[in-house]
Antibody, heavy 121, light 108 residues
Framework: QVQLVESGGGVVRPGTSVRLSCAASGFTFNDSPMNWVRQAPGTGLEWVAFLSNDGSNKFYADSMKGRFTISRDNSKNTLYLQMNKVRPEDTAVYYC??????????????WGQGATVTVSS | SYVLTQPPSVSVAPGLTARMTCGGNNIRSKTVHWYQQKPGQAPVLVVYDDSDRPSGIPERFSGSNSGNTATLTINRVEAGDEADYYCQVWDSYDDQVVFGGGTKLTVL
């Protein structure tokens, strides 16, 4: 079945780096644009970044530009999020999510179960 | 940046109709999607492209988009519909995905 499984979360110190991974299965990954979306404790959904199916187009939320990098390895069916110089306000559940079509207007139709990142000293 | 405004909460008795709004400047010019999120779970797409339903979503769920307001309607509400609901659009001006703040639906 269609599945996204995130990994790489945990407790990290402020100012350090962490990389999240998302393993995809059950669909043609190299044909699927992907997103990262996060949710801080007790708050709503916040979009983080988008990456086109071939990696040629990337978009980031303004608050994360310059610190976060989205990437993918289509040979491994895996999406990544490199988070640098993390801050306590980056504490959140990070969801890997598939866009259902090529257009930026398309909805997100598949979500992973989420990876928790806690930034604390 | 584009802003989507949702009421924090909506309450409805079982069997009645719940309407949740999503306000945005000329939102009718954008394509709106809706997600349902139950506690401790990942979001689920319930309406896409303003008014279409993914397979597996009951016909009780419907959407509309007009003027400055998009609306998610749930007919014959059930206890299992209790959840947070988020609207979402693509802001082509800033190349950003935008989510509304979410509405908590309580089934009385």
């Amino acid at each position: 079945q269609v599945q996204l499984v995130e990994s790489g979360g945990g407790v990290v110190r402020p100012g350090t780096s962490v990389r999240l991974s998302c393993a995809a299965s059950g669909f043609t990954f190299n044909d699927s644009p992907m997103n990262w979306v996060r949710q801080a404790p007790g708050t709503g959904l916040e979009w983080v970044a988008f990456l086109s199916n071939d990696g040629s187009n990337k978009f980031y939320a303004d608050s994360m530009k310059g610190r976060f990098t989205i990437s993918r390895d289509n040979s491994k069916n895996t999406l990544y999020l490199q988070m640098n110089k993390v801050r306590p306000e980056d504490t959140a559940v990070y969801y890997c999510a598939r866009r259902r079509g090529y257009s930026p207007r398309d909805a997100i139709d598949v979500w992973g179960q989420g990876a928790t990142v806690t930034v604390s000293s | 940046s584009y802003v989507l405004t949702q009421p924090p909460s909506v309450s409805v008795a079982p069997g009645l109709t719940a309407r949740m709004t999503c306000g945005g400047n000329n939102i009718r010019s954008k394509t709106v999607h809706w997600y349902q999120q139950k506690p401790g779970q990942a979001p689920v797409l319930v309406v896409y492209d303003d008014s279409d339903r993914p397979s597996g979503i009951p016909e009780r769920f419907s959407g509309s988009n007009s003027g400055n307001t998009a609306t998610l309607t749930i007919n014959r509400v059930e206890a299992g519909d209790e959840a947070d609901y988020y609207c979402q659009v693509w802001d082509s001006y800033d190349d950003q995905v935008v989510f509304g703040g979410g509405t908590k639906l309580t089934v009385l």
